[in-house]
Every structure is written in C-alpha cells, then in structure tokens.
Nanobody, 125 residues
Framework: QVQLVESGGGLVQAGGSLRLSCLAS????????MGWFRQAPGKEREVVGR????????YYLESAKGRFTISRDNAKNTAYLQMNSLKPEDTAVYYC??????????????????WGQGTQVTVSS
C-alpha cells in the first residue's frame, strides 16, 4: 500500500512558477513510476507527465514540454513537478499517482495504482 500526499499548490500570476511535491509513504516508492495528472473544471483528467522509477526517463504532455519538469528523490520518497511560465489554462487540480507506467500507457489512469488527493493550482491572468 502506498499513500500519496501532494503539496505546493496555490495562486500564482501568469508567467510565475510553482513546485508541487508528492510525498509517498512506504518503502516501495522507489519501485514505482510516478505520474502527474491534472483536472480542470468541466474537463477530463489528463496526464501532465511521468517519470520512471529510477528517474531515468520522463514523458510530458505536449503543452508542458519546456515549461514543466518532473523529478524525484527516492531517498526522500518524494516526486516533484516544477512548473514554470505558468498560463491561466494550467489552472486545475493536480494529482500525483504511482504505478507501473510505460511509455505506451503512461497517459492511462489504469496504469496507476495509487493516487493522491490533489492540490489546487490557480493561475491568474
């Protein structure tokens, strides 16, 4: 069992930055791929990106490339989502998730076994 807790959300102006953290419980964090998803009001949840268990590979939503960076520190049981050059359309609840997600299925909810409760990110124009 893995429990995930996100933090770091908040209100930021367009062009600003935020870093989200996802703290995992348990000793098996380092064996899971980690995904970041977001859900805006009235929209479906979509993947922002994913990082492999080792941190050796990452994949991103096209609109996040060059602005967002996913990283992890397995010694701290924590994954991060660094978001720069934020836009109003990035406003959403952001979730982290743990699972076995390959380059072929990392966009799929079913690839992840555990989810955090979400943290709100609001970008004002």
């Amino acid at each position: 069992q893995v429990q995930l807790v996100e933090s770091g959300g908040g209100l930021v102006q367009a062009g600003g930055s935020l870093r989200l953290s996802c703290l995992a419980s348990g000793r098996v964090f380092s064996t899971y791929d980690m995904g970041w998803f977001r859900q805006a009001p009235g929209k479906e949840r979509e993947v922002v990106g994913r990082i492999s268990w080792s941190g050796g590979s990452t994949y991103y939503l096209e609109s996040a490339k060059g602005r967002f960076t996913i990283s992890r520190d397995n010694a701290k049981n924590t994954a991060y989502l660094q978001m720069n050059s934020l836009k109003p359309e990035d406003t959403a609840v952001y979730y982290c998730a743990a699972g076995r997600a390959t380059m072929y299925d990392y966009r799929d909810y079913g690839a992840y076994d555990y989810w955090g409760q979400g943290t709100q990110v609001t970008v004002s124009s």
